[in-house]
């Protein structure tokens, strides 16, 4: 039934080495080709700086996933974009939020959701839902995972090689309370993974359209449920961390609301509320970066305004 849906999902954005710069409509981008790491890929990082920015000043860090789809439609795969320079610039301008830059960190096209599919919750699945979960088939011929999970693999690349190189690189605020990380989809997965495995890293998270179900379906999938008792036993402390979650109702986005309802009792049971939680349901929208895009601005203020 979802099979239609996948060419909606920034699954194979990643380009080449010198791939085109986007333009911008705002600020300045730093790009990064090629960016080591002992415990990944290497990638292309992008840098976005805001008008103005000064090294004299300290700035907030918006750590985002799929960093192709950020910025200019003209240079991802499918002529969509998050407009993060807009959104971020304006909002900058405007002095609603605090001063920030944003850490664009490309996908591994074939390992973008082996990467991102969160590590523990997979292990505690039985060894036989194990194997049977990697042999998923995002469509005919074309497996889902291309390898092991390595989502903490992933998570050590940001936080002990990309983390400490923007912050000796560029003038930023490197405490908690000043570095949030954002993504959609399974980008919405690995960064509400992110938080909960690096509390002391990460203050804020905004997971945007995120995917619960894991694969492309709902039916027969242990896959939420894992999710949610890894949720009950890991979610980070209220009173230092805000987390916002939203969805869609239409295309892929249609998958989500009763699991989006169960973690929503999760956080309310673990001492959340409106002061650092968030949820939105924005009807009829769809799985996609212009539907993102649109509604951008909310998770940043909930996180970043002043």
Same mark, same amino acid.
């Given at each position: 039934?979802?099979?239609?849906?996948?060419?909606?999902?920034?699954?194979?954005?990643?380009? =080449?080495?010198? =791939?085109?710069?986007?333009?911008?409509?705002?600020?300045?981008?730093?790009?990064?080709?090629?960016?080591?790491?002992?415990?990944?890929?290497?990638?292309? @990082?992008?840098?976005?700086?805001?008008?103005?920015?000064?090294?004299? #000043?300290?700035?907030? @860090?918006?750590?985002?996933?799929?960093?192709?789809?950020?910025?200019?439609? =003209?240079?991802?795969?499918?002529?969509?974009?998050? !407009? @993060?320079?807009?959104?971020? !610039?304006?909002?900058?301008?405007?002095?609603?939020?605090?001063?920030?830059?944003?850490? !664009?960190?490309?996908?591994? $096209?074939?390992?973008?959701?082996?990467?991102?599919?969160?590590?523990?919750?997979?292990?505690?699945?039985? #060894?036989?839902?194990?194997?049977?979960?990697?042999?998923?088939?995002?469509?005919?011929?074309?497996?889902? &995972?291309?390898?092991?999970?390595?989502? %903490?693999?992933?998570?050590?690349?940001?936080?002990?090689? /990309? #983390?400490?190189? @923007?912050?000796?690189? &560029?003038?930023?605020?490197? %405490?908690?309370?000043?570095?949030?990380?954002?993504?959609?989809?399974?980008?919405? /997965?690995?960064? /509400?993974?992110?938080?909960?495995?690096?509390?002391?890293?990460?203050?804020?998270? =905004?997971? /945007?359209?995120?995917?619960?179900?894991?694969?492309?379906?709902?039916?027969?999938?242990?896959?939420?449920?894992?999710?949610?008792?890894?949720? #009950?036993?890991?979610?980070?402390?209220? $009173?230092?961390?805000?987390?916002?979650? %939203?969805?869609?109702?239409?295309?892929?986005?249609?998958?989500?609301?009763? &699991?989006?309802?169960?973690?929503?009792?999760?956080?309310?049971?673990?001492?959340?509320?409106?002061?650092?939680?968030?949820?939105?349901?924005?009807? !009829?929208?769809?799985?996609?970066?212009? $539907?993102?895009?649109?509604?951008?601005?909310?998770?940043?203020?909930?996180?970043?305004?002043?």
């Amino acid at each position: 039934m979802y099979l239609k849906l996948l060419c909606l999902l920034p699954i194979f954005g990643t380009l =080449a080495a010198g =791939a085109q710069q986007p333009e911008l409509s705002a600020g300045t981008l730093r790009r990064f080709e090629k960016f080591p790491s002992r415990f990944v890929d290497s990638r292309t @990082v992008d840098v976005w700086l805001p008008v103005g920015y000064d090294s004299l #000043k300290k700035y907030a @860090v918006l750590y985002m996933h799929d960093g192709q789809m950020l910025f200019d439609a =003209a240079t991802t795969w499918n002529k969509q974009e998050w !407009g @993060v320079d807009e959104t971020l !610039g304006r909002l900058q301008a405007e002095g609603k939020i605090r001063d920030c830059i944003v850490v !664009g960190i490309w996908n591994n $096209a074939p390992k973008r959701h082996t990467e991102y599919f969160p590590q523990k919750p997979y292990e505690a699945l039985p #060894k036989s839902r194990r194997k049977a979960l990697l042999k998923e088939y995002r469509s005919a011929n074309n497996p889902l &995972f291309s390898g092991k999970i390595q989502s %903490d693999s992933y998570l050590k690349f940001l936080v002990r090689e /990309l #983390k400490p190189f @923007v912050d000796k690189e &560029f003038s930023t605020h490197k %405490d908690q309370s000043h570095t949030i990380i954002a993504g959609s989809s399974m980008g919405g /997965l690995i960064s /509400l993974y992110a938080i909960c495995e690096y509390p002391e890293v990460f203050g804020g998270a =905004a997971c /945007l359209s995120t995917h619960w179900t894991g694969i492309f379906r709902a039916e027969n999938n242990p896959v939420p449920g894992a999710f949610m008792q890894y949720l #009950k036993k890991n979610l980070p402390d209220p $009173a230092m961390h805000k987390i916002y979650f %939203d969805h869609g109702t239409a295309t892929l986005d249609a998958l989500y609301p009763p &699991f989006q309802k169960q973690a929503d009792d999760i956080m309310r049971a673990k001492g959340f509320s409106e002061a650092n939680w968030m949820t939105r349901v924005f009807e !009829g929208e769809d799985h996609s970066e212009n $539907a993102w895009k649109k509604r951008l601005e909310v998770p940043v203020l909930f996180l970043l305004g002043k």
